[in-house]
T-cell receptor
Framework: ETGVTQTPRHLVMGMTNKKSLKCEQH?????MYWYKQSAKKPLELMFV???????ENNSVPSRFSPECPNSSHLFLHLHTLQPEDSALYLC?????????????FGSGTRLTVV | EDQVTQSPEALRLQEGESSSLNCSYT??????LFWYRQDPGKGPEFLFT???AGEEKEKERLKATLTKKESFLHITAPKPEDSATYLC????????????FGKGTKLSVKP
């Protein structure tokens, strides 16, 4: 148990579906992040929430919509995705500013878009 | 633009054969360099944080070092269970402090 829990672990969805990824942290952190991990690419930062406010959106398509209702929970709402969106989606948390250990990651959601 | 480059992309070692992984970086105002280990199907797991040139950290068979331009992860007498992808990341100098990752080095250790 890493302290950051992501559900579901695996998700297969059609291009017209709407689904949500969930992330929960039990570490008392006050910043949360969504990353996308694709083969042969570095982890791509998608969204940053600091003290429950979105502070960064790295030009992510609008078919990805984050939500952070409180400092312990983070969602990623998905709709009308494309096959190239298939990837491992990682949630992470930290103290604001990164902390001494950087980020703590969840195990990820493996998303397949068909 | 902040960048992190890791080499080699993949490394195959025999058990007991020591080697090093490289992470070179360009970042304005380094606030920390991090090494993570990632096993297949899992999220990255924290290994080390380094803050200033000359700093070294050790954990079992792993030792991380830092210069002004790069970091090395030395693996001494590796075992098959050390097989994983090793990720390097830098904390940029912005007020938010975002982690910028390299592509990783996939290490395979054969018995």
């Amino acid at each position: 148990e890493t302290g950051v829990t992501q559900t579901p672990r695996h998700l297969v969805m059609g291009m017209t579906n709407k689904k949500s990824l969930k992330c929960e942290q039990h570490l008392g952190h006050n910043a949360m992040y969504w990353y996308k991990q694709s083969a042969k690419k570095p982890l791509e930062l998608m969204f940053v929430y600091s003290l429950e406010e979105r502070v960064e959106n790295n030009s992510v398509p609008s078919r990805f919509s984050p939500e952070c209702p409180n400092s312990s929970h983070l969602f990623l709402h998905l709709h009308t995705l494309q096959p190239e969106d298939s990837a491992l989606y990682l949630c992470a948390s930290s103290q604001v500013g990164g902390g001494r250990h950087g980020y703590t990651f969840g195990s990820g959601t493996r998303l397949t878009v068909v | 633009e902040d960048q992190v480059t890791q080499s080699p992309e993949a490394l195959r070692l025999q058990e007991g054969e020591s080697s090093s992984l490289n992470c070179s970086y360009t970042v304005s105002g380094l606030r920390g360099l991090f090494w993570y280990r990632q096993d297949p199907g899992k999220g990255p797991e924290f290994l080390f944080t380094l803050y200033s040139a000359g700093e070294e950290k050790e954990k079992e068979r792993l030792k991380a070092t830092l210069t002004k331009k790069e970091s090395f992860l030395h693996i001494t007498a590796p075992k098959p269970e050390d097989s994983a992808t090793y990720l390097c990341a830098v904390l940029d100098g912005g007020s938010q402090g975002n982690l910028i990752f390299g592509k990783g080095t996939k290490l395979s250790v054969k018995p």
